[in-house]
């Protein structure tokens, strides 16, 4: 297998903290390894950018050497198993310190370990203090226990993975599901329905407003799957299809409409159309929310109405009061003509009783337009 030194260190990565079970395992993997091949060292090591690491060891107490003085940094260029009978007769160890000082090495052997995906990472070896072979048996062990080495580290490697798996999983579960109780508290919370329906027009969620509004008008639970229609006000029905329609089509809409007229529990709702899309941007349902704004209409009829006694107050002031107060204005000036002698008091007293009545109306329609309270009158 063709491969980078950066890939070959990536797997060595999977491997550097090994489970105290395993390491077991290994450490009696090599004590019988050293047993059957006559060696008073037994090594299973790893190699990464500068250090040889001793995973499972038997006969040293020291955990790792430098790469650039390891035998093993040749093993895993080799193929299978890499023999070096007298290390004193070998150009490339001779002046090696490990072979010219302690622990003086005059013998290596070492079978490389290689991931399943093809990745050399590193030996399981044997090092003696004196020159010698290993018989085909020997060899033939060192190869087989070296296959298991590996299936121990990467059996590690697969279980710290699945428990990692599981546990990234579990809080995720958590986190989800800590997420949705936030929402569905919101949601359930809120006076106003709301409710996600699929294109074709089945339930998928609702809050607990939706869920009363169907209860307290047609007299059913509100259940998943339910079919939206069955709780749309036939008058409008026609409408919130040709609304929902829309909304599949990728356009929000909002609408106002009244709703179960001529009855107890008539009211009126403001809805909103939105369209629900999932991760391929397809366009999958919509979500539904409904206000009610009874309230809000009533105090705009409400207003009509008081801004049409305001017309009305407006019309008699401008128009029907300036008679009576132009007639006595006209008769003033008669009686200021000293050579008319007849008696204007009649007249003025007809005039000022009509100007009274339309003072009274104005009162009236006041008292009427701000909701019964009195205004003061001075007669």
Not at 38 to 54: C, G, H, N, Y
Not at 179 to 184: A, G, N, Q, R, V
Not at 188 to 217: C, K, T, Y
Not at 283 to 297: F, M, N, P, Q, Y
Request: glycine fraction near 4%.
């Amino acid at each position: 297998m063709n491969y980078t030194e950066q890939q070959r260190l990536t797997a060595v990565d999977r491997f550097r903290e090994l489970d105290a079970n395993i390491t077991a395992d290994l450490n009696e993997l090599v004590n019988l390894v050293a047993e059957i091949c006559e060696a008073p060292v037994a090594l299973v090591t790893l190699l990464d950018e500068s250090t040889q690491w001793f995973k499972a060891a038997v006969g040293t107490e020291i955990d790792c050497t430098d790469r650039q003085i390891a035998f093993c940094n040749t093993t895993i260029t080799a193929n299978g198993l890499y023999i070096i009978p007298d290390t004193l007769n070998d150009i490339n160890f001779k002046n090696n310190p490990l072979v010219t000082g302690a622990p003086h090495v005059r013998f290596y052997a070492g079978a490389t370990l290689v991931t399943k995906d093809g990745f050399a990472i590193g030996s399981l070896c044997v090092v003696d203090t004196k020159p010698r072979e290993l018989n085909a048996h020997q060899q033939k062990t060192l190869k087989v226990m070296a296959k298991q080495v590996v299936h121990l580290m990467e059996l590690n490697w697969s279980l710290s993975t699945l428990e990692e798996k599981h546990r990234i999983e579990q809080e995720q579960s958590v986190a989800i599901t800590e997420s949705e109780l936030k929402l569905k508290a919101i949601f359930d919370s809120s006076n106003d329905m709301h409710l996600l329906v699929d294109n074709n027009f089945e339930v998928i969620a609702f809050n607990r407003s939706a869920e009363a509004f169907v209860m307290q008008n047609y007299h059913h639970s509100l259940m998943h799957r339910d079919n939206i229609l069955d709780y749309t006000d036939p008058d409008i029905l026609s409408q919130f299809k040709k609304c929902f329609k829309m909304a599949l089509a990728g356009r929000a809409i909002k609408r106002e409409w009244m709703m179960m007229a001529g009855t107890p529990n008539a009211c009126w709702k403001i809805t909103t159309f939105i369209p629900v899309k999932n991760n391929a941007d397809e366009i999958i349902g919509v979500a539904l929310s409904s206000a009610d704004i009874t309230r809000h209409k009533k105090q705009e009829a409400y207003i009509n109405v008081q801004n049409e006694a305001l017309r009305r107050i407006a019309l008699i002031q401008s128009h029907e009061l300036r008679r009576p107060v132009a007639s006595l204005l006209g008769i003033m000036d008669l009686i200021k003509m000293e050579n008319i002698t007849f008696n204007y008091f009649d007249l003025m007293e007809v005039t000022v009783n009509e100007l009274d009545e339309k003072i009274r109306g104005i009162v009236k329609d006041s008292e009427n337009t701000l909701g019964g309270r009195h205004l003061s009158v001075v007669a």
